[in-house]
Nanobody
Framework: AQLVESGGGLVQPGGSLRLSCAAS????????MAWHRQPPGKERELVAM????????NYVDSVKGRFTISRDNAKNTVYLQMNDLKVEDTAMYYC????????????????WGQGTQVTVSS
């Protein structure tokens, strides 16, 4: 399995970026997809997630109303649209896929991408 993020970069406060995560090697439309981030010197945190079946989304409070997660199951890709970016959004952003590898036993697996850097600075 492979997750490849793209779209990070340097942006001024108030600007926008769109992150993409291209997935391969697993059944994408059965996995919950998420974006996590890790600011410098801090722990990784969940930013946004979207379920597989019905596309229900959830966000950390600090990005609600500014970030939007979406998925295109035909393209095996998940996106994170980030608007009104703030300095505190600066972090390495990681794509995550979580799903069952054995429904009967309830065994789940996590896949992670290598990350894409987002820097918000004037």
């Amino acid at each position: 399995a492979q997750l490849v993020e793209s779209g990070g970069g340097l942006v001024q406060p108030g600007g926008s970026l769109r992150l993409s995560c291209a997935a391969s090697g697993f059944t994408f439309n059965t996995f919950t997809m998420a974006w996590h981030r890790q600011p410098p010197g801090k722990e990784r945190e969940l930013v946004a997630m979207i379920t597989s079946a019905d596309g229900v989304t959830n966000y950390v409070d600090s990005v609600k109303g500014r970030f939007t997660i979406s998925r295109d199951n035909a393209k095996n890709t998940v996106y994170l649209q980030m608007n009104d970016l703030k300095v505190e959004d600066t972090a390495m952003y990681y794509c995550n896929a979580r799903g069952y590898i054995d429904y009967v036993r309830g065994d789940m697996i996590d896949y992670w991408g290598q990350g894409t850097q987002v820097t918000v600075s004037s």
